[in-house]
């Protein structure tokens, strides 16, 4: 996966019952190709799905160096994987969705990307819509929350 040229998957892609997972797997890819480009990872995103899911960043990577496909690799996370209920699984998958910026100057951050992007879109306070919006993937409008 060469990340200079092309984008990872969406956050919003699921495996394995988690969001995140696929995005995380072609960002080590493409760490491991050295052609990541701009894209961090472990990125504080991939942190916080790691930690739900009791796993490190070491073993994610050996996980995807060792197993060439999405199958294999997602046949490992499930088993390496700390198990949720589903109930658990969709709460914590909704909440990494809409999760905005967290501090005033993650804000401005925040706030400076979406503005460079399209600055008519201030009903985006999501990370994850923000990166979609960034890639080129439909982000439907959302109603103002005031």
């Given at each position: 996966m060469d990340l200079r040229t092309s984008f990872p998957r969406s956050m919003?892609?699921?495996?394995?019952?988690?969001?995140?997972?696929?995005r995380m797997i072609d960002k080590c890819r493409a760490v491991l190709a050295?052609?990541?480009?701009?894209?961090?990872?472990?990125?504080?995103?991939?942190?916080?799905?790691?930690?739900f899911a009791g796993i490190t960043a070491?073993?994610?990577t050996t996980a995807v160096k060792t197993h060439p496909t999405d199958e294999e690799v997602t046949a490992w996370f499930q088993q390496a994987a700390?198990?949720?209920?589903?109930?658990?699984?969709?709460?914590?998958?909704?909440?990494l969705l809409?999760?905005?910026?967290?501090?005033?100057?993650?804000?401005a951050k925040f706030k400076k990307y979406r503005d460079a992007i399209d600055p008519s879109r201030t009903d985006i306070t999501a990370?994850?819509?923000?990166?979609?919006?960034?890639?080129g993937r439909p982000v439907p409008y959302r109603p103002s929350p005031h």
């Amino acid at each position: 996966m060469d990340l200079r040229t092309s984008f990872p998957r969406s956050m919003k892609v699921m495996i394995a019952g988690h969001v995140h997972v696929a995005r995380m797997i072609d960002k080590c890819r493409a760490v491991l190709a050295g052609t990541e480009g701009e894209y961090i990872y472990p990125c504080p995103m991939d942190e916080r799905l790691m930690e739900f899911a009791g796993i490190t960043a070491e073993q994610f990577t050996t996980a995807v160096k060792t197993h060439p496909t999405d199958e294999e690799v997602t046949a490992w996370f499930q088993q390496a994987a700390t198990p949720h209920r589903p109930a658990e699984l969709e709460d914590w998958n909704q909440k990494l969705l809409a999760r905005g910026p967290s501090s005033p100057e993650s804000a401005a951050k925040f706030k400076k990307y979406r503005d460079a992007i399209d600055p008519s879109r201030t009903d985006i306070t999501a990370w994850s819509d923000l990166q979609d919006l960034e890639e080129g993937r439909p982000v439907p409008y959302r109603p103002s929350p005031h």
